[in-house]
T-cell receptor, first 115, second 109 residues
Framework: TAGITQAPTSQILAAGRSMTLRCTQD?????MYWYRQDLGLGLRLIHY???????GKGEVPDGYSVSRANTDDFPLTLASAVPSQTSVYFC??????????????FGAGSRLTVL | GQNIDQPTEMTATEGAIVQINCTYQ??????LFWYQQHAGEAPTFLSY????GLEEKGRFSSFLSRSKGYSYLLLKELQMKDSASYLC??????????FGAGTTVTVRA
């Protein structure tokens, strides 16, 4: 089934450790996104990429980095995790990142707990 | 910045109608989306409005008034499976989606 695959599904991480959340899509979408979802705050954009080789900062980028070496993969790295990064992380993609409907397709999410 | 407001919770009876309101103040506007999210799952697309008026899709309809910064999602003939969170999202002037906190709808038998 075409879509977005995220890994891991769930992870418990000690504060100060690094972690990479993986995201792969097979829809040949140009644009990809990372959101975090916290109770009462909704989905907030961390980083995005409109096309392979480019990335941009979203609303809450601090403490996170991304890369987009090819169309399919968009990993999110936490260099030194802190408890406030405990959240559910969703990777998403859309055909393009500009005007028009460009509906987002979401992965199943990665639940991260930082202790 | 973006400010998107929607009620936190709503409860309705199976077979009834529920209207979820969303008001927004954003830097630029390039469309409004509604997503459905069941507990523990990913959001899925429901509707898209970019022009004023009503868009109907089966039991679900979405309305937009750009001059008022207002949208609503109307769910008709409610079913138990409609119990979920409904997310209002606005595509701003930078073409990025900003989401409201979501409205949790509980459908009772």
């Amino acid at each position: 089934t075409a879509g977005i695959t995220q890994a891991p599904t769930s992870q418990i991480l000690a504060a100060g450790r690094s972690m990479t959340l993986r995201c792969t899509q097979d829809m040949r979408h140009n644009a990809m996104y990372w959101y975090r979802q916290d109770l009462g705050l909704g989905l907030r954009l961390i980083h995005y990429s409109n096309t392979a080789g480019t990335t941009g900062k979203g609303e809450v980028p601090d403490g996170y980095s991304v890369s987009r070496a090819n169309t399919d993969d968009f990993p999110l790295t936490l260099a030194s995790a802190v408890p406030s990064q405990t959240s559910v992380y969703f990777c998403a993609s859309s055909r393009d990142g500009g005007e028009g409907a460009n509906v987002l397709t979401f992965g199943a999410g990665s639940r991260l707990t930082v202790l | 910045g973006q400010n998107i407001d929607q009620p936190t919770e709503m409860t309705a009876t199976e077979g009834a109608i529920v209207q979820i309101n969303c008001t927004y103040q954003t830097s630029g506007f390039n469309g409004l989306f509604w997503y459905q999210q069941h507990a523990g799952e990913a959001p899925t697309f429901l509707s898209y409005n970019v022009l004023d008026g009503l868009e109907e899709k089966g039991r679900f309809s979405s309305f937009l008034s750009r001059s008022k910064g207002y949208s609503y999602l109307l769910l008709k003939e409610l079913q138990m499976k409609d119990s979920a969170s409904y997310l209002c999202a606005v595509k701003g002037g930078d073409y990025k989606l900003s989401f409201g906190a979501g409205t949790t709808v509980t459908v009772r038998a």
